[in-house]
């Protein structure tokens, strides 16, 4: 069983920046790590994924924004957020995957306004 623990969300002005971080009770050394976020009345999508073995995937959306990272030492994966933009708003959740388990993260809310 691993736990994820989502930190760093909050309420940004547009156009401003934040990290999200995700650590897990584990190891996540190898596993696919992953953002997804879900806005009110929409379904939870995939924001950016890396794999165990650091290659990264990413919505278009947030392309050139957006960039996932991980530590694996730390046990902890990363987004970090600029330009943000009111369509970035929902409650974003942390994914860890390996083989066929799969967790997530309680979620942090992310709200872009001004």
């Known amino acids: 069983q691993v736990q994820l623990v989502e930190s760093g969300g909050g309420l940004v002005q547009p156009g401003g920046s934040l990290r999200l971080s995700c650590t897990a009770s584990?190891?996540?050394?190898?596993?696919?790590m992953g953002w997804y976020r879900q806005a009110p009345g929409k379904q939870r999508e995939l924001v950016a994924s890396?794999?165990?073995?650091?290659?990264?995937n990413y919505i278009g959306s947030v392309k050139g924004r957006f960039t996932i990272s991980r530590d694996n030492v730390k046990g902890t994966v990363y987004l970090q957020m600029n330009s943000l933009n009111p369509d970035d708003t929902a409650v974003y959740f942390c994914?860890?995957?390996?083989?066929?388990?799969?967790?997530w993260g309680q979620g942090t809310q992310v709200t872009v306004s001004s």
């Open positions: 890396i794999s165990g073995r650091g290659s990264t």
């Open positions: 994914n860890a995957a390996f083989r066929d388990e799969a967790y």
């Open positions: 584990g190891t996540i050394f190898g596993w696919n």
